[in-house]
């Protein structure tokens, strides 16, 4: 038989081959339904916070953080006492100006040191010991009082709603498939978003007040007998691809 003859006989085969296999392969992938699918949730918020800020001013530099530095070792001492968490979010020193109207210029107060210090704790008494503890005293002040629902509560709670979106979205995909007389197979992919409304709000400086009346807040109420709070919010939404059978 003449060799081109045979080689070109080979090609066609080849082709064929290719063909069937093309097809077979386009018979063969899956039928797929995409669908969203939600949960809402509350979770308690277990934690109160209080920032404490010690603010001092200077002409000297040196003497301006010196004053702030021992305050700020005086209220650690305190806070090692007591059952809390405490790290330190600001640490900063500037020259600070006033703008004079009468000389039309900016003139130098002097050196200002900032250092605060996030406490939280499990016990809403225990901030307002931390609160008494240091209400009144000179270049000390409290910021952003709150509460709010700690990571290791969060966990579980966001774990479980992960899990009510995705049985959420194969009810979706079921439902969906069963009007063209088909069922949702096996989860093919999945991809999710949470959102978690645990924000923090700032208040009153609640150690310069001249007494414990009622303080309005956002996230809740604060009186002298503690705080109330609204549960966090949380939201999960998850993005699924299923099988059609």
């Known amino acids: 038989m003449n060799k081109k003859l045979v080689w070109g006989v080979g090609i066609v085969a080849v ?28 979770a308690p918020k277990d934690r109160t916070a209080i920032t404490l800020r010690v603010t001092t001013l200077d002409k000297s530099a040196a003497e301006s953080m010196k004053q702030a530095t021992a305050k ?5 001492s305190f806070l090692k006492t007591q059952d809390v968490k405490m790290q330190t979010t600001q640490f900063d020193s500037y020259e600070k100006t006033e703008w004079d109207r009468n000389a039309q210029k900016s003139i130098v107060l002097g050196i200002e040191t900032n250092i605060a210090i996030e406490v939280s704790a499990n016990n809403i008494e225990t901030i307002e010991n931390v609160l008494s503890q240091f209400a009144g005293q000179q270049n000390v002040y409290s910021e952003n009082l709150r509460m709010f629902t700690s990571t290791e509560a969060m966990k579980p709670i966001l774990e479980e709603c992960l899990g009510t979106a995705v049985e959420n979205a194969r009810t979706r995909a079921g439902a969906l498939a069963a009007g063209d007389k088909k069922r949702a197979g096996k989860m093919l992919a999945v991809a999710y978003d949470t959102n978690v409304q645990n924000v923090v709000r700032p208040t009153a400086n609640f150690l310069r007040s001249a007494s414990k009346e009622m303080a309005v807040m956002d996230a809740g109420v604060m009186t002298g ?3 109330v709070a609204k549960d966090t919010e949380v939201s999960v939404t998850v993005s699924a691809v299923f099988e059609i059978k």
């Open 15 to 42: 082709v064929a081959v290719l063909a069937v296999w093309s097809a077979k392969s386009r018979n063969t992938q899956p039928r797929t339904i995409s669908v969203n699918g939600e949960c809402l949730t509350t």
């Open 72 to 76: 700020i070792a005086q209220i650690t």
């Open 225 to 227: 007998g503690g705080i």
